[in-house]
């Protein structure tokens, strides 16, 4: 069949109008840029480092650090050094063996010069160099050089030193040599541009504390760091490995078991490490790491070792009659209340979620951890069993309590549906009906309540007044929990369980405000609300939906002057510039004792009010603070509030 290409008439001149429109509506093509490799990261380093906060700021850090890291796990490296300078650069040394400083076959251009320079450009890629690695995509030193001011790169190699430094990304003299070498090794020294990033002061606990993380992930590799603006220094070095990570982590909780379960296999070309502990708490604190990478959202690692752990214990049990014929297996909730656990796989090609590296998506490793788990915790089991008889029967115990606590949420579901007449009948809800456009606040007490009812706008504002302080949840078990009044309200408000899970579609609102008093207690029950959320709607947090609302702490009046005060500092420095004048301090503990006026005007009110967004930057730290804080070991706690007597504010009496 043929046909006719040539456009008729009609046809010409719908394309001449076509064109004519292009050519006229004020697109074209000199508005399409073609951006250079580094000029694309510094346009957008988010897609690159996650952002230009703090946790962007310490990627850069961790992404030099890594490199030394690959070099440990290939035993080329048993030695870290990384300083943080008076001026917030850093330097980061290590002794593995040096990038390579000569030609790339083909080009012009050096190898150590590739890495610094180009996306895309290292040795990772499968040619030999590295088995495992924790960058797959070349990306993060060339990243980190971009969004730098300044870097100095040192290589130790072949007998000398070599050295070529950059100014945001670009080469500024070609690599030469400056001394003679002993050893060999990488020195990358680099500041990060203020002009990109809100702020370049690194914190030296959070560095620490991932510092530490990749001690214990590579056993005998020690991790020195140093601040020189401070003068701290600490060390982190673990000959038992991941099995000491979780030690630790469980250092201030009851153990069910005397000594972390350690597991270890290689599937194929997948290296798989667990090692695990079951205390008597009722929460589930499982972290995972891919080549030394933490993917916080988990993965196929995670998903193998839930599955693998949920069926070896079923079958140990029922094996051993300590599950009734007539009883239903264990869940994966019943096998992991209580778990502390830490799952590391090391893999030629790992597949992760973004540069960032936040999740593991590797089918084939789900497979690989689920058949050597499953294996080696059946014969630990076999070994060992005082300590299997102890985990059954912690099991036994929750699923006890989940099936209390599905009684006791079937009553909670029952009273609650979606029609608003059912709603807790102290809620003061708001006529906006799109959950994006409304917020909730969660008061303390009756008489804030009443104040926050009357301040409110009551088109997306709604106010749930919580009586008393809610149950600690760190000490309860799940039937406890759904038994609570409070906690009932709060669940029913929000709408966020259907069916008995947390479910992030139903949520009535995507603004969930804790508003409490500036006192003792007012910072206590804010306590339990975030450990309640953290508990069991994290979700929530993770999708940036709750809130701290921060009241003032002061009204400074003078003559018809009035100041809104939110911290002691600022009460100081506004009395000092006062000083001459008649000065009226009140000091305000609840937030009853402002009129609703005042409570809109100074923590309601969108365009005024300040609000704090709750967000978990390193969940262990968070596991381990919640669980010192309100968990049933009072030694950890009395500790912690005798170090830090002398740093309280605001402390009432």
């Given at each position: 069949?043929s046909?006719?290409?040539?456009?008729?008439?009609?046809?010409q001149?719908n394309n001449?109008?076509?064109?004519?429109?292009?050519?006229?509506d004020?697109?074209?093509?000199?508005h399409?840029q073609?951006?250079d490799e580094?000029?694309a990261v510094?346009?957008?380093?988010?897609?690159?480092?996650?952002g230009?906060?703090?946790?962007g700021?310490h990627?850069?850090?961790?992404?030099?650090?890594?490199?030394?890291?690959?070099?440990?796990?290939e035993?080329?490296?048993?030695?870290i050094?990384v300083?943080i300078?008076?001026?917030?650069?850093?330097?980061?040394v290590?002794?593995?063996?040096?990038?390579?400083v000569?030609?790339?076959?083909?080009?012009?251009?050096?190898?150590?010069?590739a890495v610094?320079?180009?996306?895309?450009?290292?040795?990772?890629f499968?040619?030999?160099a590295?088995?495992i690695?924790?960058?797959?995509?070349?990306?993060?030193?060339?990243?980190?050089?971009?969004?730098?001011?300044?870097?100095r790169?040192e290589?130790?190699?072949?007998?000398?030193?070599y050295?070529?430094?950059?100014?945001k990304?670009?080469?500024?003299?070609p690599i030469?040599v400056?001394?003679?070498?002993?050893?060999t090794?990488t020195?990358?020294?680099?500041?990060?541009d203020d002009?990109?990033?809100e702020?370049?002061?690194?914190?030296?606990?959070v560095?620490?504390?991932?510092?530490?993380?990749?001690?214990?992930?590579?056993?005998?590799?020690?991790?020195?760091?140093?601040?020189?603006?401070?003068?701290?220094?600490?060390?982190?070095?673990?000959?038992?490995?991941?099995?000491?990570?979780?030690?630790?982590?469980?250092r201030?909780?009851q153990?069910?078991h005397?000594?972390?379960?350690?597991?270890s296999?290689?599937v194929?070309?997948?290296?798989?490490?667990?090692?695990?502990?079951?205390?008597?708490s009722?929460?589930?604190?499982?972290?995972?790491?891919?080549?030394?990478?933490?993917t916080k959202?988990?993965g196929?690692?995670?998903?193998?070792?839930?599955s693998?752990?949920?069926?070896?214990?079923n079958?140990?049990?029922?094996?051993?009659?300590?599950?009734?014929?007539?009883?239903?297996?264990?869940?994966?909730?019943?096998?992991r209340?209580?778990?502390v656990?830490?799952?590391?796989v090391k893999?030629?090609?790992?597949?992760?979620?973004?540069?960032?590296?936040?999740?593991?998506?590797?089918?084939?490793?789900?497979?690989?951890?689920?058949?050597?788990?499953a294996?080696?915790?059946?014969?630990y089991?076999?070994?060992?069993?005082?300590?299997a008889?102890?985990?059954?029967g912690k099991?036994?115990?929750?699923?006890?309590?989940?099936e209390?606590?599905?009684k006791?949420?079937?009553?909670?579901?029952?009273?609650?549906s979606?029609?608003?007449?059912?709603?807790p009948?102290?809620?003061?809800?708001?006529?906006?009906?799109?959950p994006?456009?409304?917020?909730?606040?969660?008061v303390?007490?009756?008489?804030?309540?009443?104040?926050?009812?009357?301040?409110?706008?009551?088109?997306?504002?709604?106010?749930?007044?919580?009586?008393?302080?809610?149950?600690?949840?760190e000490?309860?078990?799940?039937?406890?929990?759904?038994?609570?009044?409070?906690?009932?309200?709060?669940?029913?408000?929000?709408?966020?369980?259907?069916?008995?899970?947390?479910?992030?579609?139903?949520?009535?609102?995507?603004?969930?405000?804790?508003?409490?008093?500036a006192?003792?207690?007012?910072?206590?029950?804010?306590?339990?609300?975030?450990?309640f959320?953290?508990?069991h709607?994290v979700?929530?947090?993770?999708?940036g939906?709750?809130?701290?609302?921060?009241?003032?702490?002061?009204?400074?009046?003078?003559?018809k002057?009035?100041?809104?005060?939110?911290?002691?500092?600022?009460?100081?420095?506004?009395?000092?510039?006062?000083?001459g004048?008649?000065?009226?301090?009140?000091r305000?503990?609840g937030?009853?004792?402002?009129?609703?006026?005042?409570?809109?005007?100074?923590?309601?009110?969108?365009?005024?009010r300040?609000?704090?967004k709750?967000?978990?930057?390193?969940?262990?730290?968070?596991?381990?603070?919640?669980?010192?804080?309100?968990?049933?070991?009072?030694?950890p706690?009395?500790?912690?509030?005798?170090?830090?007597?002398?740093?309280?504010?605001n402390l009432?009496?």
């Open positions: 069949m046909q006719n290409l040539v456009p008729s008439d009609s046809e001149n001449n109008k076509l064109n004519s429109q292009n050519n006229n004020g697109y074209n093509a000199e399409v073609i951006l580094i000029e510094r346009l957008r380093p988010g897609m690159y480092i996650g230009t906060g703090r946790d700021l990627h850069l850090l961790y992404e030099i650090v890594y490199n030394s890291i690959d070099e440990a796990m035993g080329y490296c048993d030695h050094e300083t300078h008076k001026d917030n650069s850093i330097t980061v290590d002794n593995g063996r040096g990038v390579p000569d030609i790339i076959p083909g080009t012009e251009i050096t190898a150590l010069e610094l320079t180009h996306l895309h450009a290292g040795a990772k499968g040619k030999g590295y088995s690695s924790s960058g797959l995509h070349g990306v993060g030193a060339a990243a980190v050089n971009a969004l730098s001011t300044w870097l790169a290589v130790r190699r072949q007998g000398n030193i050295l070529q430094e950059y100014k990304g670009i080469p500024t003299e030469h400056i001394g003679e070498a002993t050893d090794g020195t990358i020294s680099f500041l990060a002009s990109i990033f702020d370049i002061n690194y914190d030296f606990n560095t620490y504390q991932r510092l530490r993380e990749l001690a214990f992930l590579n056993k005998g590799v020690p991790i020195h760091l140093k601040d020189e603006r401070s003068g701290q220094e600490k060390a982190a070095y673990f000959e038992g490995g991941i099995a000491s990570f979780v030690h630790r982590l469980n201030n909780r153990v069910i005397s000594a972390p379960i350690y597991l296999a290689t194929e070309s997948t290296a798989i490490e667990v090692a695990m502990q079951y205390n008597s009722f929460t589930d604190s499982s972290f995972c790491f891919a080549n030394c990478v933490n959202e988990g196929t690692h995670l998903t193998g070792f839930r693998a752990l949920t069926r070896a214990l079958d140990y049990a029922r094996k051993n009659k300590l599950i009734k014929d007539s009883d239903a297996n264990f869940t994966g909730e019943d096998v209340q209580g778990l656990s830490i799952i590391s893999l030629p090609e790992p597949q992760f979620e973004g540069q960032t590296k936040s999740k593991l998506g590797n089918p084939e490793v789900r497979s690989h951890v689920e058949v050597a788990v294996d080696k915790l059946t014969l089991l076999e070994q060992h069993p005082d300590e008889r102890a985990i059954i099991g036994l115990t929750a699923a006890k309590a989940r209390a606590a599905r006791a949420r079937d009553l909670v579901l029952k009273k609650s979606f029609d608003t007449s059912t709603l009948g102290k809620l003061v809800d708001c006529s906006e009906k799109n994006e456009l409304c917020e909730i606040y969660l303390e007490g009756d008489s804030a309540g009443g104040s926050a009812k009357q301040g409110r706008d009551r088109r997306y504002q709604a106010i749930l007044p919580l009586k008393g302080k809610i149950l600690n949840v000490k309860a078990s799940q039937d406890r929990i759904l038994q609570h009044e409070e906690i009932r309200a709060l669940i029913t408000a929000l709408r966020a369980n259907s069916d008995g899970e947390f479910n992030l579609a139903k949520l009535r609102y995507h603004r969930i405000i804790i508003m409490t008093d006192d003792i207690d007012g910072s206590h029950i804010r306590t339990l609300l975030l450990t959320f953290y508990r709607m979700d929530l947090i993770n999708e939906y709750l809130y701290i609302a921060q009241p003032p702490l002061y009204r400074i009046k003078s003559g002057k009035q100041y809104w005060v939110y911290s002691d500092q600022e009460r100081e420095r506004i009395t000092k510039e006062l000083q004048s008649k000065v009226e301090i009140q305000y503990k937030l009853g004792e402002m009129s609703p006026e005042q409570l809109w005007s100074t923590t309601m009110n969108p365009a005024s300040t609000l704090f709750v967000h978990v930057e390193d969940a262990m730290s968070v596991d381990q603070t919640f669980q010192m804080l309100m968990g049933s070991e009072v030694l706690r009395k500790n912690f509030i005798q170090a830090h007597a002398q740093s309280v504010r009432d009496v």
